[in-house]
């Protein structure tokens, strides 16, 4: 069973997010937060494997709350779920260590498959912020493009196919069919490239892969 806490400052929304998660069977909502700051104490009392973060709520925000609990040990995977897709709050939630991206719109069974997704260990975006991700992350020949080749150099030839398969979306499953590897041994090459790059997720190493212009 998915253990899922929910955020938001609106009982309604709250509701019926639940409604629609625990609709699925495999998904429980053990918690409820109104604001950031309930949100990560509910997040170290009921450890749950996934949240669904509100970004604008009164007194402590999404943002702060979910950088404080992505630094938890054994933190949740943070998805923000929000009416909002501007640019400074899709680079800074990622750059906090949210993994998903979603629309408060998204329809029921997506937002269902989001949670699953993340909850195996693969980043989920609405499909308008990650066409604007890869349009803005793809400049050729800028300062940032050099930068990004330089620190995947770092990796070995195994890692690089890894994360660019994973920055093309496949899960860790697609990825070992493709490159004939189990999928215990995909995670393990996963876990090295987070680790060489100093980075905290897929979703970050997957704008690195952009950045850098490896998926022509």
Same mark, same amino acid.
């Given at each position: 069973?998915?253990?899922?806490?929910?955020?938001?400052?609106?009982?309604?929304?709250?509701?019926?997010?639940?409604?629609?998660?625990?609709?699925?069977?495999?998904?429980?909502?053990?918690? /409820?937060?109104?604001?950031? #700051?309930? %949100?990560?104490?509910? @997040?170290? *009392?009921? !450890?749950?494997? $996934?949240?669904?973060?509100?970004?604008?709520?009164?007194?402590?925000?999404?943002?702060?709350?979910?950088?404080?609990?992505?630094?938890?040990?054994?933190?949740?995977?943070?998805?923000?779920?929000?009416?909002?897709?501007?640019?400074?709050?899709?680079?800074?939630?990622?750059?906090?260590?949210?993994?998903?991206?979603?629309?408060?719109?998204?329809?029921?069974?997506?937002?269902?498959?989001?949670?699953?997704?993340?909850?195996?260990?693969?980043?989920?975006?609405?499909?308008?912020?990650?066409?604007?991700?890869?349009? /803005?992350?793809?400049?050729? #020949?800028? %300062?940032?493009?050099? @930068?990004? *080749?330089? !620190?995947?150099? $770092?990796?070995?030839?195994?890692?690089?196919?890894?994360?660019?398969?994973?920055?093309?979306?496949?899960?860790?499953?697609?990825?070992?069919?493709?490159?004939?590897?189990?999928?215990?041994?995909?995670?393990?090459?996963?876990?090295?490239?987070?680790?060489?790059?100093?980075?905290?997720?897929?979703?970050?190493?997957?704008?690195?892969?952009?950045?850098?212009?490896?998926?022509?």
């Amino acid at each position: 069973m998915i253990r899922v806490l929910l955020v938001d400052d609106e009982q309604l929304v709250r509701l019926g997010l639940k409604m629609i998660l625990e609709s699925a069977g495999d998904i429980e909502v053990v918690a /409820e937060a109104a604001d950031g #700051g309930e %949100a990560i104490e509910q @997040a170290i *009392r009921h !450890r749950p494997d $996934a949240v669904l973060m509100d970004i604008r709520m009164p007194g402590t925000d999404g943002l702060t709350a979910t950088e404080r609990i992505t630094r938890l040990p054994g933190a949740p995977k943070v998805v923000m779920l929000t009416t909002f897709e501007l640019d400074e709050y899709v680079h800074t939630a990622l750059g906090y260590g949210a993994v998903g991206f979603l629309l408060k719109d998204t329809p029921p069974k997506d937002l269902i498959q989001a949670v699953r997704t993340v909850v195996e260990g693969n980043a989920m975006l609405s499909p308008t912020v990650t066409k604007r991700l890869i349009e /803005e992350f793809t400049a050729r #020949g800028s %300062a940032r493009a050099a @930068a990004a *080749r330089k !620190r995947l150099e $770092a990796l070995t030839g195994r890692e690089r196919e890894v994360v660019i398969a994973a920055a093309r979306g496949l899960s860790n499953a697609e990825i070992g069919d493709e490159l004939h590897m189990s999928e215990a041994t995909v995670k393990a090459h996963m876990s090295r490239v987070l680790a060489k790059l100093a980075l905290s997720n897929r979703v970050q190493a997957a704008i690195l892969v952009h950045d850098a212009g490896l998926l022509d």
